[in-house]
C-alpha cells in the first residue's frame, strides 16, 4: 500500500495506529500524551537484547527482563525508534534482534546517538528479516 510504512504493518495494528497518529492513550491519566523518546530506555532494550543471545525476543520477553515495569506500547515505541537508526531489526512474527551495528554501538561504551546526523540507508527493506 503506497504511504504505509511496511515495518509498521509488519509489526501489527497497534504499531500502525501509532505510527499513524504518534498518540498513546495512557489509561491511568486518563488522557493522550505525545509519545517522548527516551535515550536511557533505548540503551536497557540494546543491553536486554545483547544478553538474548542468538535468541530474539518480543516485546513481552523484552518487558519482562527490563528493570521496572515499561508499558509495551513504550517499549515497542522505543524498538521502532532504534529499528530507524538500524540498531535493531525485526523478523515478520514480530521477534526483535541486534543488528551488527546494534552490536558495535554496544561494544564502543559511548554515546549511542553520536551518528544521528548521517543520513539513513537507502535500502527500504534494510533491518526486516523475512
Known amino acids: 500500500m ?3 510504512d511496511p515495518t509498521a504493518l509488519a509489526a501489527g495494528p497497534a504499531v500502525y495506529d501509532l505510527v499513524r497518529h504518534k498518540t498513546l492513550s495512557l489509561p491511568q ?3 493522550e500524551a505525545t509519545m517522548k523518546r527516551d535515550k536511557a ?3 536497557d532494550i540494546l543491553k536486554t537484547l545483547a544478553t538474548f543471545g542468538t535468541t530474539y525476543g518480543d516485546v513481552e520477553k523484552i518487558q519482562g527482563e527490563l528493570a521496572g515495569k515499561q508499558a509495551p506500547e513504550l517499549i515497542l515505541h522505543h524498538l521502532r525508534l532504534l529499528n530507524d537508526r538500524r ?3 525485526v523478523d515478520m512474527h514480530n521477534f526483535w534482534r541486534l543488528t551488527d551495528q546494534g552490536y558495535d554501538a554496544l561494544e ?3 554515546d549511542l546517538f553520536q551518528w544521528q546526523d548521517e543520513p539513513p540507508p537507502t535500502n527500504a527493506n534494510a533491518g526486516i528479516d523475512n
Open 2 to 4: 503506497p504511504g504505509i
Open 29 to 31: 491519566q486518563g488522557k
Open 41 to 43: 530506555l533505548m540503551g
Open 87 to 89: 540498531l535493531v531489526a
Open 108 to 110: 564502543t561504551g559511548g
